[in-house]
């Protein structure tokens, strides 16, 4: 065997490793920006009702996905649509929901459309996903993608696992998890991409006023004998 295809033999297990770890990685942190999103349809599980063609009638939505919001032809195009997997036995992305529906309440008419993806398997968590979202006041639709096909190929690792879109269907960014920090900024990011100015911060709380000196002893005036 000569040098370089010794060469050659020994590097491919280090290149078949890098690239798994590659993978992994990648899978570990979603989709990118930048990437248009997979389209798709997954049944919806709560009250959710919406025109599913231009001009008809609002109904009760029995499929949706992101093509109904976003690119050539949606049947109501959004400047933002967020999208969200999550899991009923998922406690940070129990923590996101309201904030989602609070949002999606705020904005809905200012161009944002939201969505939920339930990744739970099998139909034995379904009520337990419709419930959580009546606890929730959700007013958006949430899908069941009861056999993951969705969830892997949107790389969906970890939860909660955040992706907005543009009205293209264009991923512009990614959210992985759910902390204070990204609930603080949130709104704001939220109204940059509907165009909106951001929120004035909160106002600093006012200083404590300091009561005046108790008078001295020696400034009270003195009894003097008659």
């Known amino acids: 065997m000569t040098r370089l295809a010794l060469g050659l033999v020994l590097a491919l297990p280090l290149s078949l490793t890098s690239l798994a770890a590659h993978a ?3 899978a570990a942190e979603g989709l ?9 349809k997954l049944p919806v599980v709560n009250e959710f009702s919406a025109a599913m063609k231009a001009g008809e009638a609002p109904k009760k939505a029995s499929k949706w996905g992101p093509e109904l919001w976003t690119g050539g032809t949606p049947v109501e195009s959004k400047k933002l649509v967020i999208m969200s997997f999550f899991a009923t036995y998922c406690d940070p992305c129990k923590k996101e929901m309201p904030e989602l529906a609070r949002l999606y309440d705020t904005y809905k008419d200012q161009g ?3 969505m939920l993806v339930s990744i739970d398997k099998g139909d034995e968590q379904k009520q337990f996903i419709i419930d959580l979202a009546k606890q929730n006041n959700v007013q958006f639709p949430v899908m069941h993608d009861r056999f993951q096909v969705v969830a892997r190929r949107y790389s969906a690792e ?3 696992y955040m992706l907005m879109l543009d009205n293209t269907g ?3 960014t990614v959210h992985i998890g759910y902390t204070d920090e990204l609930k603080a ?9 509907l165009g909106l100015a951001p929120l004035p911060p909160p106002a600093a709380p006012a200083p404590a006023t300091k009561g005046a000196p108790a008078a001295k002893n020696e400034d009270k005036p003195k009894k003097t004998k008659g």
């Open 24 to 26: 992994e990685t990648t």
């Open 170 to 172: 264009t991923i512009k």
């Open 185 to 193: 900024n949130l709104e704001n990011e939220v109204r940059a991409n």
């Open 112 to 114: 944002l459309g939201v």
């Open 32 to 40: 990118k920006a930048g990437t248009a999103a997979p389209q798709f």
């Open 158 to 160: 970890r939860l909660p």
